[in-house]
């Protein structure tokens, strides 16, 4: 199995700043994309940012120049810098990592979700 642990989220004023971690273990073999998800109070689940395993980055329009997405392959672990922050980013943040684990009857995909952590931004 493989597991995340999300942490991170805080309350903060708006133009704040965050960062979120969030650390895969388990039987990993191989990661591939790490990424960064986000539900609104109410609303749907949207992408925040992705990052490959070449680091290639994929960010929302809305956080584009605010935010950064970096991985660190040798701790498994993917982060998210929030800067400027505003009050309509208040939500669940959730953590995205999908690879090859390690199975019994051989390698396997996996793609799993962290449990959320929770970002307020108050006005």
């Known amino acids: 199995q493989v597991q995340l642990v999300e942490s991170g989220g805080a309350l903060v004023r708006a133009g704040g700043s965050l960062r979120l971690s969030c650390a895969a273990s388990g039987s990993i073999f191989s990661i591939n994309a790490m990424g960064w998800y986000r539900q609104p109070p109410g609303k749907q689940r949207e992408l925040v940012a992705t990052?490959?395993?070449?680091?290639?980055?994929n960010y929302a329009d809305s956080v584009k120049g605010r935010f950064t997405i970096s991985r660190e392959n040798a701790k498994n672990t993917v982060y998210l810098q929030m800067n400027s922050l505003k009050p309509e980013e208040t939500a669940v943040y959730y953590c995205?990592?999908?690879?090859?684990?390690?199975?019994?009857?051989?390698?396997?995909?996996?793609?799993?979700w962290g449990q959320g952590t929770q970002v307020t931004v108050s006005s």
């Open positions: 995205n990592v999908n690879g090859i684990k390690y199975n019994e009857n051989g390698p396997r995909g996996f793609d799993v």
């Open positions: 990052i490959t395993s070449g680091g290639t980055t």
